[in-house]
């Protein structure tokens, strides 16, 4: 029997025009669905998408621009803020945003992550922290918690071999360049919400040459960390929200 | 107000690659300081191009981010630039490897010093293996320029351009020590505006530019997992870089009427030549120059024609010999091809050339 309630006029929710039709490529569980999901819809809601060009990491959402519909540039590992510096430079009426990971961002892309926030790039960074390598299958990232399990350190995070989780964001809030700087989650709609806003005004600042925002998305890699879906969003919670608080560092 | 003519003036090689570039409506360079080319971003800093043209010119923080913010440029269509020596460019070689696979048209310049390693901020040649050869992984080629003097560093910074947009293949300028620090009278070309948005779509409909409505997405990218399609996409390539090969050869005759010797040397090498071929000459003995202008595409087939006619061939390099291989390549056994060099910053007499061709004869 049909639902009466279920037609078209009573739809509160629909698919973002800028997210493509193609099926994404993630695990069911991960977060980086959620949070391309809310990139297309702001850049629908600003009616950015033809003057948009976004800069595609290397890690699990190097395939970024087959669900975001908008021109894309492929960057190498790391050098997405390099990237972006050049694009919104020559380029200063496009909104520019990079989209990466913590191995991106924080391990081999330190130094461009580093110097393109102190410059005060007008571009807009969105940081999304699983604490592992999931594209390359699980290794130790910068942002491995201590005593947290992966391929490369099996017995855990040893703080004596491998050092301690390194918190990027706490870093770039102490850099003049940043204008905003904020930590979110998108395991729950209150979150995804939050995360939402964040974006928007990360991508305002950029086009109102405030300096860089960054939008860090503290995330589940439920396959990475070997649990379901409802364990890693809870692990995320009582582990990763320790090291990795949720709230707005900076907002200047 | 820029005026809209030709202008003389006695600049250094480096000067000369930044008037020039301003000039040829260069939309934005990248760089970081290394000596002995640091000049390159010095001159453009005090020219302040950012003002009259809208150029931008930013120090990057290492040649790594130089080279990727080329790279993010070059992607959105814009004629962007970078420029260093030696040990930055071998920094560089990730992001030329990815340019390359990504087809993106763009202007290198590198004013070789000696290496490995730190070496020596000295002139050297003895990067063209790591030029020509391909220095980052993957199946590329550069088009390479090689400057022998401080008006071919002006010359090459258009015509590099204008061949990287026609092929979307790279451009190099391979220079040394020598003619990047020298003073020579050079004359620099009018003001060519830069280009507005509309020429930039209309030349790179390839290009991030922005998604507008009745188009797919532009994606920049060297990224394909489908080995098949992968493939397709390195074949292509290789299309361009044969019609490169046949088309784009550049090379300069010096004294080479019924030569029984030919020297083969390029960039400042070639310059030391020159004296030595005219002393020879002087002499009585019948010694020709052949300058490599394109060190790729190598003049292959002028050097084969040449093997028809002279005794023996002999490279000047500030190397250890790495052209001479190209040249023993293009002649196939024909003639003797020696090669005469000095490393680690040495630059030859004109009279150690003498000697060391006398040695052959």
């Known amino acids: 029997m049909s639902n009466p309630i279920i037609a078209p006029e009573n739809l509160v929710y629909k698919k973002s025009k800028v997210l493509s039709d193609n099926i994404m490529h993630y695990c069911p569980g991960c977060s980086h669905g959620v949070v391309h999901r809310i990139v297309a819809e702001v850049i629908e809601e600003m009616d950015m998408q033809s003057k948009t060009i976004g800069v595609a990491p290397v890690g699990c959402a190097v395939f970024i621009y087959n669900y975001i519909n908008v021109d894309f540039i492929e960057s190498a590992h790391g050098r997405a803020p390099a990237l972006a510096t050049a694009i919104k430079r020559l380029n200063p009426d496009r909104l520019v945003f990079t989209y990466q990971g913590d191995g991106d961002l924080a391990a081999i892309g ?3 992550t580093i110097h393109a926030c102190n410059r005060g790039e007008n571009i807009a960074i969105i940081y999304i922290n699983n604490g592992i390598y999931g594209m390359t299958g699980g290794q130790m990232a910068p942002t491995t918690l201590e005593g947290m399990k992966t391929s490369t350190c099996p017995l855990g995070r040893n703080i004596a071999l491998n050092g301690y989780p390194l918190n990027m964001t706490d870093l770039l ?3 003049e360049g940043t204008c905003y700087v904020t930590r979110q989650s998108v395991h729950n709609a209150s979150n995804v919400k939050k995360t939402k806003r964040a974006i928007r005004k990360a991508f305002e600042n950029s086009m109102e040459g405030k300096g860089t925002s960054i939008v860090e998305v503290v995330s589940a890699c439920n396959s990475g960390w070997k649990m379901t879906p409802n364990e890693a969003n809870k692990w995320m919670e009582e582990n990763m929200f320790k090291a990795y608080p949720l709230g707005d560092l900076k907002d200047k | 107000m820029l005026k809209n003519m030709e202008e003389v003036k006695l600049l250094k090689g480096n000067e000369a690659i930044a008037h020039a570039a301003i000039r040829c409506g260069c939309d934005g360079y990248f760089g970081y300081p290394i000596t002995p080319q640091s000049e390159v971003m010095e001159t453009l800093m005090a020219l302040r191009p950012w003002e009259s043209t809208g150029m931008v010119v930013l120090q990057a923080e290492s040649e790594v981010a130089s080279i990727n913010m080329v790279f993010g440029g070059a992607g959105t269509g814009k004629k962007v630039m970078t420029s260093s020596s030696s040990p930055g460019v071998s920094l560089m070689q990730e992001g ?6 990504a087809n993106l048209p763009m202007l290198l310049v590198n004013v070789m010093r000696g290496g490995p390693g730190l070496g020596t901020i000295q002139a050297s040649q003895s990067d063209y293996f790591q030029t020509v050869k391909g220095g980052g992984h993957g199946d590329y080629k550069l088009i390479t320029l090689a400057p022998a003097s401080v008006q071919e560093m002006a010359d090459f910074v258009d015509l590099g351009f204008t061949l990287s947009f026609k092929y979307r293949i790279p451009s190099m300028i391979l220079s040394d020590g020598v003619i990047g620090q020298m003073m020579e009278k050079v004359v620099l070309p009018p003001y060519k505006p830069r280009r507005t948005e509309e020429e930039v779509i209309a030349e790179c409909p390839w290009a991030a530019t922005g998604k507008t ?4 997405r532009n994606l920049i990218s060297s990224l394909e997992l489908d080995p098949t399609i992968m493939e397709k996409q390195n074949e292509e390539r290789q299309a361009r870089i044969k019609l490169v090969e046949a088309t ?10 019924e030569a029984d010797y030919l020297l083969v040397a390029f960039g400042s090498s ?7 071929v005219e002393t020879l000459r002087a002499e009585g003995l019948k010694v020709g120059l052949l300058r490599p202008i394109t060190l790729w595409p190598f003049p292959t087939k002028v050097l084969a024609k040449y093997a028809e006619k002279v005794k023996c061939m002999m490279t000047v390099e500030l190397n250890a010999g790495q052209m001479v291989e190209d040249v023993r390549l293009s002649v196939n056994g024909k003639v003797p091809v020696f090669h005469f060099g000095r490393m680690g910053g040495v630059v030859p007499t004109p009279e150690e050339v003498i000697d060391a061709l ?3 004869l």
């Open chain 2, 270 to 276: 070639a310059r030391i030549c020159q004296n030595a």
């Open chain 1, 173 to 175: 809030v102490k850099l």
């Open chain 2, 248 to 257: 784009e050869v550049r090379y300069e005759e010096f004294m080479c009427e």
């Open chain 2, 96 to 101: 030329i490897s990815f340019s390359c696979g």
């Open chain 2, 213 to 216: 409505e009745g188009r797919y």
């Open chain 2, 358 to 360: 006398k040695n052959h």
């Open chain 1, 110 to 112: 330190t130094a461009e």
